[in-house]
């Protein structure tokens, strides 16, 4: 009897530690993730949607390329060597595309070096664009296009001697005057002119001079002078063709104004699809980073 029990049941001695064993297992196997797919699947749709939305804003990146390329150059703008910048921002715009597009494969992938790789071009196009707008102390005199470095242009005597050469030789004065031939004084005060017909091709509106014909005015002795707001370009004013009002300071403002509005342009552009790239990429990132969460 003694032997029976010390020798006691082995079945059950070797049962008992395998439950305990078996049970402990089951305890350490972690939950499964709750995962509805109806949410699922509307971030996925989510995702898919801004992943177009992203490629079609880059769109209009790439047909600036082609009008910016495409783009006839104003009128003696090579003087100031200008070409050459709206190549290099056509360059630039190629890159910025396909760096925007090539983060909407990467994104699956490489989250983190898809949005930082996508935000430093966007980042120097949205500060390029501010600067041609004249945003604050975002330009400065040597950034080429922008409103300070056009003023700075301005007063440079001797590039002004070669433009108003430069604007002499494309005729638009002459052209002026040709096309105004018939006209009365009324119909020519009516009629549109350029910025630069009006600062290079007739004098300044408050002149004591009257009207002739486009290009050739003479003194107004009936019309009274306040030597206070006296505009010192009607003294500058020749009836010469050669001359007219091509060293006045409206001829080079009307100028430069024509000039720079092609960059203001071009500003605007520049900052206006910066934001929407990066709204639409940071969103891109975001709806990704909970994609990820939830799958």
């Known amino acids: ?38 949410k699922f699947f509307q971030v996925k749709r989510v995702s898919g949607l801004l992943s177009v939305v992203s490629f079609v804003f880059s ?116 052209d002026l005057a040709l096309t105004s031939t018939k006209l009365k004084s009324y119909d020519f005060s009516m009629k549109k002119l350029s910025s630069v017909e009006s600062g290079c091709c007739r004098p300044p509106a408050d002149c004591p001079l009257q009207y002739v014909n486009a290009t050739f005015w003479e003194k107004n002795d009936q019309m009274q002078i306040d030597s206070d707001t006296y505009n010192p370009d009607c003294d500058l004013w020749k009836n010469d063709r050669d001359a007219l009002c091509y060293d006045c300071l409206t001829c080079r403002q009307g100028y430069m104004k024509a000039l720079r509005s092609k960059w203001l342009k071009l500003g605007v552009f520049l900052v206006c699809m910066a934001l929407l790239l990066i709204s639409s990429h940071l969103s891109l990132f975001l709806v990704t980073m909970w994609e990820l969460h939830i799958s």
């Open 1 to 38: 009897m003694a032997d029976d029990k010390a020798d006691g049941n082995p079945a059950e001695e070797v049962q008992v530690p395998i439950i305990e064993e078996n049970e402990h297992k089951q305890a350490e196997v972690p939950p499964k993730k709750n995962i509805i797919p109806g």
């Open 59 to 174: 769109l209009p990146v790439l047909s600036s390329v082609i009008w910016l390329l495409y783009m006839k150059s104003y009128d003696c703008e090579w003087l100031f060597k200008l070409p050459s910048l709206q190549t290099g921002i056509s360059i630039g715009l190629i890159c910025v595309f396909f760096i925007c597009n090539a983060a909407l494969f990467l994104r699956a992938r490489m989250q983190m070096v898809g949005i930082v790789v996508v935000m430093v071009p966007l980042t120097v196009m949205f500060t390029i664009g501010l600067a041609f707008l004249g945003a604050n102390s975002m330009e400065n005199r040597r950034i080429p296009a922008t409103p300070l470095w056009f003023e700075m242009k301005i007063h440079d005597n001797e590039l002004w001697n070669n433009i108003k050469e430069c604007i002499y030789d494309t005729g638009v004065c002459r």
